[in-house]
């Protein structure tokens, strides 16, 4: 391991260099990894690894649309996919990528294929860590372990087939075997990971739900609706609010944030513009401070996953989801910015612009 300064905080982190995958390859030669589920994260995590050369099997409910894109990957029924029973059966290594709400469900029947010295793994902590609401509580005579790709499984792909990996913590709940640490250093490498950092079960959901209900997702949009809305108000065109809000932020600066820090970012930009960020952002740190803290105690108290457990369990959830999705691509703010995209000069040709 390598240990790392994080602002003055050290840290130990996992890198290609200290794991290599070959050594992955060695640790997981005899060990045939089961890939349960091929919605979000399950696709990019099995292609990888089956492209690192490691020995993988996908589980998937038979006809789903998630079993014909298994088989437009080019995973073969009967031979590496299977249902979710007989995938779990076959493994040594159990991936349980299955959604939070249908983990739930799927317990029972992935349980008793869990024999002595198997390995199940996770790329979340919420079953385990609410298991008193989710009833995922799993044999002492197993491994328990999880890797957390910080990313979907759409970055996860397009970073590994770019040569630059996306980074991922892991954890070990339970060793039971003795080699659950190799195993989990092996899969985190081999699934593609820039570098792993050790988190624990709890941390990582924790941070997860937060993160994700915060300033990845949730905190974002309703950031940028909020500007949009108050720069329309004052008489501001569709096009210009759109531009100010979010193109620049998505195009321009936000890569530059990536590349070099956020101070860079200020130091590379107008004495205007760095004046006046610099000022405000105290005052949205204050106003957002309180907010957050609530969020984390609702995700930390467990009322955040009854919330998940109870919504995506309903038998109308799918439709209630697309209709709330399709309230926010038909919003103003979003039919600009698909206006704004097709605008770009790389999509001239397409959309007849030009």
């Not at 399950?42 to 014909?68: C, D, F, T, Y």
């Not at 820039?194 to 990582?204: A, I, M, R, V």
């Amino acid at each position: 391991m390598a240990r790392i300064n994080f602002g003055g905080v050290e840290e130990e982190v996992v890198t290609r260099d200290e794991f290599t995958l070959d050594h992955a390859r060695e640790v997981l030669k005899n060990e045939v990894v089961a890939v349960l589920g091929y919605g979000v994260q399950g696709p990019a995590q099995a292609l990888n690894m089956k492209e690192n050369g490691i020995h993988v099997i996908v589980g998937q409910r038979e006809n789903s649309p998630s079993w014909e894109k298994a088989l437009r990957d080019g995973w073969k029924p009967g031979e590496t996919l299977f249902s979710l029973e007989e995938a779990a059966e076959r493994g040594t290594i159990l991936q349980f990528l299955v959604s939070d709400a249908a983990q739930k469900i799927t317990w029972p029947q992935i349980k008793k294929h869990l024999k002595p010295g198997k390995a199940l793994y996770f790329s979340h902590g919420f079953a385990v860590v609410y298991s008193d609401q989710t009833g995922v509580v799993p044999p002492d005579y197993v491994d328990v372990i999880l890797v957390a790709p910080k990313g979907s499984g759409t970055s996860v792909r397009k970073n590994f087939l770019d040569g630059s990996g996306i980074n991922s913590s892991y954890a070990v709940y339970q060793d039971y075997t003795g080699k659950a640490v190799e195993r989990t250093l092996a899969l985190g490498i081999a699934v593609g990971s820039g570098y792993l950092f050790p988190t624990t079960f709890k941390n990582e959901v924790f941070s997860d739900l937060t993160g994700e209900r915060g300033i990845l997702m949730g905190a974002l949009a309703g950031v940028m609706e909020a500007q949009y809305k108050t720069l329309r108000s004052h008489g501001h065109s569709p096009s210009e609010a759109f531009n100010e809000t979010v193109e620049e932020l998505t195009q321009s600066l936000i890569r530059l944030v990536s590349q070099n820090g956020m101070d860079w970012m200020y130091a590379n930009c107008s004495t205007t513009a760095q004046r006046g960020a610099l000022d405000w952002r105290h005052e949205f740190r204050k106003a957002v401070e309180p907010v957050f803290e609530n969020l984390y105690n609702s995700v930390s108290s467990g009322e955040e996953t009854r919330i998940v457990l109870e919504a995506n369990s309903a038998p109308d959830y799918q439709s209630k989801l697309n209709a709330e999705l399709t309230e926010m691509r038909n919003s103003e703010m979003w039919q600009a910015g698909a206006m704004v995209r097709s605008l770009r000069p790389e999509n001239w040709g397409k959309s007849g612009h030009g």
